[in-house]
């Protein structure tokens, strides 16, 4: 396993490469790169627990994408993944653009361990004494209580608890190692991990190492790293019976302590794990953000989402999404015939809904079950009264219906109150302050974090907004539209409150037709969305 500070990164700044690849590979020099995707101009230098996290996390990342891709495929459904062509340790396929995708999601170093777990179970592996059918006569009277009495005082014993030919490890014992390495592996994936691995995991780490050490630390990475190649070694030394079971686990280990990524499949610009065109995931990951938190009438797209396809409409050959009472108006109409155009996204958003979310901030800290902890805060001052009236009418809610074990803290704060409760509570609110208008946006995602200065796609894309706009503006008589483009970034600061997700690009960095166009440019939260787009598998 590599040692995360020794990963250079590519933050893209002044880079003269300008593709669209994310990931990790090795450069003129050999030494391995991590590039970053765009918009991460402030992520932290030499930072090992942040780029550790990203790491997995991006891994995590593509690990859902191919693994969405291949399920779209098998389902047989059109999409821009179809014909998808695997090789080595990737895939790849043309995107909805026509454009081809390589993705390298295979890690090696961490995949044969993870198949290892998966192929061998812990039932398995642990061979210690097991039920045999051959009877040790001088141990008979321990079975009696076991035995069948027959006929002519005849007792019947069938099986007895003796030692087998199983394999058994000594010394530092190989599942421990292995379980040792899988916990941590676990931690760092954000995975459930089984009682027994845990068990045994610390097992090993009490025999063996100091109470401080871990595998992903950055201060003791080096030192459990030696420690865990000389425990492998003395169990190979020391093991004299080596079935198939224990070549399994023990090259699996060998692999992850000695190997880095799997260099093995080449392209034209060195050797690498990633993704040619990152732009692609970017998409799945705004779409699954936007089913989580908007009210989507229209999206572009078939992600899966919470195990289930979205798309339930299809227009030109394409799968998208679309509420059955939402009349496609994207379309050019010419010698009566219909061009279909697609907007990635749009969701609306009712006035009263709109002021809510302006005046009032909900940050819920905790959810078990269906009860959650949330604070209330105060956004806009002019509308104190709304932010007033809000808490005031959660604490009714909680006394007159009696809510067990709910309880409010120094007015704005909530324990225990149900879900269901809190959006019971903001839908009277919002229909008392008045649905009369409704607002609607067209979201565009941009893998793009140059929006000043001018070039032909960044031109072609604003028209294609304006269409979309003038398509929308038919829709019974749609007025309020507002055109966003959402764009990716890395902060490294804490944004105002905990559901905040970005900012606004100010007017005098963007491209002067974007502006005069109205069109606002969205710096997303990357690490937010990510964490949704894994959330929600």
């Known amino acids: 396993m590599f040692n995360f500070n020794e990963l250079k990164l590519d933050r893209r700044e002044d880079s003269e490469n300008t593709n669209s690849f994310v990931g990790i590979r090795k450069n003129s020099n050999n030494e391995m790169v991590f590039r970053l995707p765009k918009g991460f101009d402030d992520f932290p230098e030499n930072n090992f627990e942040e780029t550790k996290k990203l790491f997995f996390r991006m ?11 291949k399920s779209l495929q098998i389902d047989n459904k059109p999409t821009g993944k179809d014909n998808i062509e695997t090789g080595g340790n990737g895939y790849q396929f043309k995107d909805k653009e026509n454009n081809e995708v390589v993705i390298y999601s295979k890690i090696s170093v961490i995949e044969n361990l993870l198949e290892a777990y998966n192929e061998l179970s812990l039932d398995v592996i642990e061979r210690r004494t097991g ?11 321990r079975y009696l209580h076991h035995a069948i009495y027959l006929e002519d005082d005849i007792t019947y014993i069938g099986e007895m608890d003796l030692p087998r030919h199983f394999l058994h490890y000594e010394s530092a014992n190989l599942i421990d190692l292995f379980c040792f390495i899988l916990y941590e592996l676990g931690i760092e994936l954000e995975q459930e991990i089984d009682s027994r691995v845990e068990e045994l995991s610390y ?17 003791t990475f080096d030192t459990t790293i030696v420690a865990l190649k000389d425990s492998l070694d003395d169990i190979d030394k020391v093991t004299a019976y080596k079935d198939e079971d224990y070549w399994v686990l023990y090259e699996a280990i060998e692999s992850f302590l000695y190997g880095e990524l799997d260099m093995e499949n080449t392209h034209e610009d060195g050797v ?27 999206a572009d797209t078939n992600i899966i989402f919470d195990g289930k396809q979205v798309a339930n409409h299809s227009v030109g050959g394409y799968q998208l999404f679309k509420i059955e009472e939402f009349e496609n108006p994207f379309f050019i109409k010419f010698r009566d015939k219909k061009r279909w155009i697609r907007p990635d996204l749009v969701h609306r958003v009712e006035e009263g809904t709109r002021i809510l979310e302006k005046s009032i901030e909900i940050n819920i800290t905790n959810k078990h079950n269906n009860r959650i902890d949330f604070n209330v805060y105060l956004n806009d001052k002019s509308k104190k009264e709304i932010y007033i009236l809000f808490c005031r009418k959660l604490k009714t809610a909680l006394n007159s219906r009696k809510i067990h074990g709910a309880r409010v803290i120094d007015g704005n704060t909530f324990k225990n109150f149900p879900e269901s409760e809190l959006q019971n509570q903001k839908t009277k609110l919002i229909k008392s302050i008045g649905n009369a208008r409704t607002s609607y946006f067209i979201l565009d995602w941009k893998y793009i974090d140059n929006y000043k200065v001018y070039n032909r796609k960044l031109n072609t894309d604003i028209s294609k907004q304006l269409c979309y706009e003038s398509s929308l503006h038919q829709y019974k008589n749609v007025t309020d539209i507002e055109s966003q483009f959402i764009v990716p970034y890395f902060y490294n600061t804490f944004l105002k409150h905990k559901n905040g997700i970005g900012y606004f690009v100010d007017e005098h960095l963007l491209f002067k037709r974007i502006v005069d166009n109205k ?14 787009y894994l959330t929600h598998g």
Do not use: H, P
Request: charged share 30%; glycine share 2%; net charge negative.
């Open 272 to 298: 690498f794990w990633g993704i040619s065109n990152f732009y692609q995931i970017w998409e799945d990951m705004c779409n699954s953000y936007s089913f989580d938190k908007f009210n989507v009438i229209y």
């Open 519 to 532: 069109i606002k440019v969205f710096k997303a939260d990357f690490k937010k969305i990510q964490e949704v």
């Open 131 to 141: 039920r045999n059918e051959e009877i040790n006569y001088s141990k008979i009277d």
């Open 59 to 69: 891994y995590r990342t593509f690990k859902k994408f191919e693994n969405d891709s």
């Open 203 to 219: 097992r090993f780490k009490e025999q063996n190492l100091a109470y401080d050490q871990s595998l992903f630390n950055e201060e």
